[in-house]
Structure formats: C-alpha cells, structure tokens
C-alpha cells in the first residue's frame, strides 16, 4: 500500500524537518522520503516551508540571546548579517622560513609579535 501524502507530512512534522527521523516513521529510507519529496510539488512546498518555520523559531532565539547581551550570539550575528559592513573573520598568510605557510586570524596576535615577524 502506498504512503499518502497526508502521511509524509505528519511524519515530516513530527520529525522536525528530518528526512531520516521521518522515513523511519513510515518505514521507508531517508532517500525514499527525499525521493518523494523532490516528485510531488505540494509535499516539496510543504517541506520548505517547515523548514522556514523552524529558521524562524531559531532566529528568534538568536534574537533573544542577543537581547540577553550574550557576546557569543552578538558576534556570530554580526559575522552573518554584517558582512556588509566590514565584519568579517580574516586571514593573514604568513611565510615561514620559505617553506610552510601559515594562515593567522590578526587577533590571534598581537601587534608587537606581527612586527617581528620576518617579512615576504
């Protein structure tokens, strides 16, 4: 007997998104559940927006946590959303005795030690 599609979603739902949660709930394969996901257009549309509900329900407890002045949220929010801006994460490439090449993050260091480093 074939899975409804009525069953998909339940199963989906219950399992938060989870393909592998899912298909053991209805006795099938993850690649099974995927399979049925990508071939029926309204199951897929369902899917996504699940997925968009549960983005949602994190974001806002990113949100809160940044409410919260929890540092560790503030700079991952800014890595993600404030590119624009100039916050990134960046790489100094360092040159080692020419022949080991290391990759530095600047606070890593600090500036006396940049400065005794041996030039390229």
């Not at 979603?9 to 949660?21: C, D, E, I, Q, R």
């Not at 394969?29 to 369902?46: D, G, H, M, S, W």
Request: aromatic share 8%; net charge positive.
């Amino acid at each position: 007997m074939a899975i409804k599609i009525e069953d998909y979603k339940k199963a989906l739902k219950a399992a938060n998104g989870l393909f592998s949660v899912a298909a053991k709930t209805l006795g099938v394969t993850p690649q099974a559940v995927a399979k049925r996901i990508k071939t029926n257009k309204p199951l897929k549309e369902y899917v996504e927006a699940l997925l968009e509900r549960e983005l949602d329900f994190v974001e806002s407890k990113l949100m809160t946590q940044i409410n919260n002045d929890n540092l560790t949220a503030i700079i991952f929010y800014l890595k993600c959303k404030g590119k624009k801006r100039g916050y990134v994460e960046k790489e100094t490439e360092l040159i080692i005795d020419n022949s080991k090449t290391v990759f530095v993050a600047p606070e890593m260091s600090t500036e006396e030690s940049w400065k005794k480093l041996p030039k390229k």
